[in-house]
């Protein structure tokens, strides 16, 4: 009885331990969310450098995606700075859709003191999948500091709102 009781345990548990070993080697993770994807990108800065934007996970963000052609894009750039200069503890980061050449050329004439990365055409099926189905630009995301989405902004912010938004954050 006891021998028996005995092999009927032992192959309990190499039963379990099989099922156990593959399931954690063939689960697969879930998917990776478009915000995630993009909050672990690493793309190079107007000097070729690769900045990831996780760097600056934990604290919130304003992410806005523009282009040099862009003439919406273009007008609120001086408006970001602005309220970029007020940000205290909130983190700009400027995504080109664009080449850098152009982007280093905008800066000459429009100063820009937060970081400008480079994305190219490459954004619009990220842009799509963060909630913009036309792709359209500008568009601005603001993150809590816990990485979740507070707002989304498609077309020109509005800088009344945007400063009060980000210096709600800040506090």
């Known amino acids: ?7 009927y345990a032992g192959a309990g548990a190499a039963v379990a331990a099989i099922a156990s070993y593959g399931y954690t080697r063939f689960a697969t ?4 969310t478009p915000l995630d994807t993009l909050l672990d990108l690493s793309l190079p800065d107007l000097a070729g450098q ?9 604290q919130p ?16 750039m001086p408006e970001l700075q602005a309220i970029h200069e007020k940000a205290g503890k909130v983190r700009f980061v400027g995504i080109g859709v664009d080449t850098a050449d ?8 429009v100063p820009v003191s937060y970081p400008l990365l480079v ?18 630009l500008p568009f601005t995301l ?4 816990d990485g979740s989405i507070r707002q989304k902004i498609l077309g020109q912010i509005d800088p009344v709102s945007l400063e009060a938004t980000v210096l709600e954050l800040a506090a």
Do not use: H
């Open 50 to 58: 690769a900045q990831s934007l996780s760097q600056w996970r934990g």
């Open 61 to 76: 963000m304003v992410i806005n995606f523009w282009a040099t052609w862009c003439k919406p894009c273009v007008k609120e």
């Open 102 to 109: 152009n982007m280093r050329k905008f800066v000459e004439k």
């Open 142 to 145: 603001i993150l809590n500091a």
């Open 29 to 32: 993770p879930a998917p990776a």
């Open 119 to 136: 994305m190219g055409a490459g954004a619009l099926e990220l842009l799509r999948g963060l909630g913009n189905p036309s792709g359209g």
């Open 1 to 7: 009885m006891n021998r028996r009781l005995f092999l």
